[in-house]
Protein backbone atom coordinates (compact mmCIF):
# COMPACT_ATOMS: atom_id res chain seq x y z
CA UNK A 1 0.00 0.00 0.00
CA UNK A 2 1.31 3.39 -0.65
CA UNK A 3 2.05 5.51 2.47
CA UNK A 4 0.34 9.01 3.18
CA UNK A 5 1.62 11.84 1.02
CA UNK A 6 1.34 15.34 1.22
CA UNK A 7 1.94 18.06 -1.12
CA UNK A 8 3.28 20.28 -1.52
CA UNK A 9 6.76 19.39 0.14
CA UNK A 10 8.41 22.85 0.55
CA UNK A 11 6.60 26.18 0.39
CA UNK A 12 7.41 29.92 1.48
CA UNK A 13 5.17 32.52 2.14
CA UNK A 14 5.19 36.11 3.44
CA UNK A 15 3.25 37.63 6.04
CA UNK A 16 -0.18 38.09 5.25
CA UNK A 17 -0.58 35.46 2.95
CA UNK A 18 -2.95 32.01 3.39
CA UNK A 19 -1.75 28.37 2.38
CA UNK A 20 -3.88 25.37 1.42
CA UNK A 21 -1.90 21.89 2.23
CA UNK A 22 -2.93 18.65 0.94
CA UNK A 23 -2.72 14.84 2.42
CA UNK A 24 -3.56 12.01 1.05
CA UNK A 25 -3.97 9.33 3.39
CA UNK A 26 -3.15 5.57 3.00
CA UNK A 27 -5.80 3.85 1.09
CA UNK A 28 -9.02 2.41 3.11
CA UNK A 29 -7.51 4.89 6.07
CA UNK A 30 -10.49 7.66 7.37
CA UNK A 31 -9.23 9.08 9.54
CA UNK A 32 -6.61 12.62 9.24
CA UNK A 33 -4.82 14.14 11.59
CA UNK A 34 -3.32 17.37 11.11
CA UNK A 35 0.00 18.24 13.60
CA UNK A 36 2.56 21.26 13.86
CA UNK A 37 5.97 20.42 14.55
CA UNK A 38 8.31 23.26 15.40
CA UNK A 39 11.61 22.78 17.92
CA UNK A 40 10.07 24.95 20.36
CA UNK A 41 6.92 22.86 20.49
CA UNK A 42 7.41 20.01 19.53
CA UNK A 43 4.18 17.91 17.90
CA UNK A 44 1.17 19.43 18.47
CA UNK A 45 -2.38 18.67 17.28
CA UNK A 46 -4.34 20.59 14.98
CA UNK A 47 -7.49 18.94 14.25
CA UNK A 48 -8.59 15.60 13.12
CA UNK A 49 -11.09 14.61 10.10
CA UNK A 50 -13.57 11.49 9.64
CA UNK A 51 -15.84 11.02 7.53
CA UNK A 52 -15.77 14.65 6.35
CA UNK A 53 -16.89 15.90 9.56
CA UNK A 54 -13.92 17.67 12.12
CA UNK A 55 -14.15 15.09 14.75
CA UNK A 56 -11.52 16.80 16.76
CA UNK A 57 -9.42 20.32 17.48
CA UNK A 58 -6.94 21.15 19.32
CA UNK A 59 -5.43 24.62 20.95
CA UNK A 60 -4.94 26.61 17.65
CA UNK A 61 -6.60 30.02 16.33
CA UNK A 62 -9.18 30.36 13.82
CA UNK A 63 -7.21 30.93 11.27
CA UNK A 64 -6.21 27.49 11.21
CA UNK A 65 -9.17 24.98 9.39
CA UNK A 66 -9.37 22.37 7.36
CA UNK A 67 -11.83 20.16 5.50
CA UNK A 68 -11.79 16.47 4.05
CA UNK A 69 -13.49 15.32 1.16
CA UNK A 70 -15.63 12.63 0.14
CA UNK A 71 -12.38 9.99 -0.74
CA UNK A 72 -11.07 11.27 2.64
CA UNK A 73 -8.38 13.15 1.25
CA UNK A 74 -7.72 16.36 3.09
CA UNK A 75 -6.60 19.88 3.03
CA UNK A 76 -5.72 22.42 5.71
CA UNK A 77 -5.60 26.05 5.00
CA UNK A 78 -3.94 28.86 7.00
CA UNK A 79 -4.90 32.17 6.59
CA UNK A 80 -3.15 35.42 7.16
CA UNK A 81 0.12 34.26 7.87
CA UNK A 82 2.36 34.93 10.51
CA UNK A 83 6.41 34.62 11.35
CA UNK A 84 5.52 31.99 13.69
CA UNK A 85 3.55 29.84 11.73
CA UNK A 86 6.93 28.75 10.12
CA UNK A 87 6.82 24.62 11.11
CA UNK A 88 7.12 21.35 9.88
CA UNK A 89 3.09 20.50 8.83
CA UNK A 90 2.15 16.63 9.42
CA UNK A 91 -1.13 14.89 8.25
CA UNK A 92 -1.40 11.36 9.68
CA UNK A 93 -3.91 8.54 8.89
CA UNK A 94 -5.85 6.14 10.62
CA UNK A 95 -8.51 3.75 9.54
CA UNK A 96 -10.93 4.80 12.09
CA UNK A 97 -11.23 8.17 14.40
CA UNK A 98 -12.67 8.30 18.23
CA UNK A 99 -13.01 4.30 18.11
CA UNK A 100 -12.86 2.72 22.13
CA UNK A 101 -9.85 0.58 20.36
CA UNK A 102 -7.27 3.18 19.17
CA UNK A 103 -5.89 2.93 15.79
CA UNK A 104 -2.17 3.27 14.61
CA UNK A 105 -1.36 6.69 13.20
CA UNK A 106 0.64 6.60 10.13
CA UNK A 107 2.63 10.16 8.98
CA UNK A 108 3.09 11.41 5.79
CA UNK A 109 6.59 13.49 4.70
CA UNK A 110 5.16 16.58 6.28
CA UNK A 111 5.06 20.31 4.44
CA UNK A 112 7.67 22.42 5.77
CA UNK A 113 6.43 26.14 5.58
CA UNK A 114 8.46 29.25 5.87
CA UNK A 115 6.71 32.45 6.40
CA UNK A 116 9.15 35.51 5.54
CA UNK B 1 -6.43 18.26 28.59
CA UNK B 2 -3.65 15.35 28.88
CA UNK B 3 -0.15 16.37 29.20
CA UNK B 4 2.67 14.36 28.82
CA UNK B 5 6.45 14.76 30.16
CA UNK B 6 9.26 13.21 28.19
CA UNK B 7 12.69 12.78 29.80
CA UNK B 8 15.70 13.18 29.13
CA UNK B 9 15.50 15.49 26.35
CA UNK B 10 18.99 14.07 25.26
CA UNK B 11 20.66 11.40 25.43
CA UNK B 12 23.88 9.61 24.33
CA UNK B 13 25.05 5.79 24.78
CA UNK B 14 27.96 3.82 23.74
CA UNK B 15 27.14 1.53 20.97
CA UNK B 16 25.33 -1.76 22.71
CA UNK B 17 24.59 0.06 25.09
CA UNK B 18 20.93 0.43 26.36
CA UNK B 19 18.84 3.17 26.12
CA UNK B 20 15.79 4.39 28.34
CA UNK B 21 13.40 6.88 28.05
CA UNK B 22 10.40 7.96 30.35
CA UNK B 23 7.45 9.61 29.82
CA UNK B 24 4.34 10.72 32.38
CA UNK B 25 1.28 11.24 31.67
CA UNK B 26 -1.64 13.10 33.33
CA UNK B 27 -4.93 11.67 32.23
CA UNK B 28 -5.96 8.91 33.45
CA UNK B 29 -8.29 7.73 30.83
CA UNK B 30 -5.59 7.49 28.77
CA UNK B 31 -5.45 4.09 27.55
CA UNK B 32 -3.01 3.97 24.21
CA UNK B 33 0.60 4.82 24.14
CA UNK B 34 2.75 4.88 21.11
CA UNK B 35 6.64 5.63 20.34
CA UNK B 36 7.73 7.17 17.52
CA UNK B 37 11.08 7.35 15.82
CA UNK B 38 11.59 10.44 13.95
CA UNK B 39 15.13 10.76 12.02
CA UNK B 40 16.41 14.05 10.67
CA UNK B 41 14.26 15.24 7.73
CA UNK B 42 12.31 12.51 7.38
CA UNK B 43 8.70 11.26 9.33
CA UNK B 44 8.02 9.77 12.47
CA UNK B 45 7.60 6.48 12.67
CA UNK B 46 5.78 3.97 14.77
CA UNK B 47 8.63 1.64 16.29
CA UNK B 48 6.17 0.59 19.65
CA UNK B 49 2.45 0.73 21.09
CA UNK B 50 1.33 -0.33 24.21
CA UNK B 51 -2.44 -0.27 25.16
CA UNK B 52 -3.81 0.25 28.99
CA UNK B 53 -4.57 -3.53 29.11
CA UNK B 54 -1.14 -4.49 28.78
CA UNK B 55 2.22 -3.46 31.14
CA UNK B 56 5.07 -4.57 28.76
CA UNK B 57 5.64 -5.37 24.96
CA UNK B 58 8.57 -6.32 23.24
CA UNK B 59 9.65 -6.15 20.03
CA UNK B 60 13.42 -7.62 19.47
CA UNK B 61 15.79 -4.63 20.72
CA UNK B 62 12.99 -2.46 21.54
CA UNK B 63 10.23 -2.61 24.56
CA UNK B 64 7.75 -0.88 26.69
CA UNK B 65 6.59 -0.89 29.95
CA UNK B 66 3.36 0.90 31.56
CA UNK B 67 2.42 1.67 35.16
CA UNK B 68 -1.33 2.95 35.18
CA UNK B 69 -0.78 3.74 38.42
CA UNK B 70 1.94 5.91 38.78
CA UNK B 71 0.84 7.06 35.25
CA UNK B 72 3.97 6.87 33.37
CA UNK B 73 5.56 4.85 30.44
CA UNK B 74 9.27 3.91 29.12
CA UNK B 75 11.16 2.82 26.26
CA UNK B 76 13.72 0.65 26.51
CA UNK B 77 16.23 -0.04 23.86
CA UNK B 78 19.06 -2.75 24.24
CA UNK B 79 21.86 -3.87 22.36
CA UNK B 80 21.75 -0.04 20.66
CA UNK B 81 23.60 0.69 17.12
CA UNK B 82 24.17 4.00 15.66
CA UNK B 83 21.05 3.54 13.38
CA UNK B 84 19.04 3.54 16.39
CA UNK B 85 20.12 7.69 16.61
CA UNK B 86 17.04 9.31 16.21
CA UNK B 87 14.63 11.46 18.20
CA UNK B 88 11.93 9.42 19.46
CA UNK B 89 8.98 10.93 20.51
CA UNK B 90 6.11 8.90 23.61
CA UNK B 91 2.22 9.97 23.10
CA UNK B 92 -0.42 9.19 24.76
CA UNK B 93 -4.22 9.26 23.76
CA UNK B 94 -6.17 10.70 26.46
CA UNK B 95 -10.03 10.76 26.69
CA UNK B 96 -10.15 13.79 24.11
CA UNK B 97 -9.50 10.63 21.97
CA UNK B 98 -6.48 12.79 20.36
CA UNK B 99 -2.56 12.00 20.75
CA UNK B 100 -0.84 14.20 23.03
CA UNK B 101 3.15 13.82 21.94
CA UNK B 102 5.76 14.50 24.84
CA UNK B 103 8.84 16.68 23.93
CA UNK B 104 11.20 14.20 22.21
CA UNK B 105 14.27 12.62 23.10
CA UNK B 106 17.59 12.98 20.82
CA UNK B 107 19.17 10.29 21.17
CA UNK B 108 22.62 9.80 19.89
CA UNK B 109 24.31 6.41 19.67
CA UNK B 110 28.21 6.81 19.93
CA UNK B 111 30.23 4.39 17.98
Known amino acids: KAGVTQTPRYLIKTRGQQVTLSCSPISGHRSVSWYQQTPGQGLQFLFEYFSETQRNKGNFPGRFSGRQFSNSRSEMNVSTLELGDSALYLC???????????????FGPGTRLLVL | GENVEQHPSTLSVQEGDSAVIKCTYS??????FPWYKQELGKRPQLIIDIRSNVGEKKDQRIAVTLNKTAKHFSLHITETQPEDSAVYFCAARGSARQLTFGSGTQLTVLP
Open chain 1, 92 to 106: ASSRLAGASVPETQY
Open chain 2, 27 to 32: DSASNY
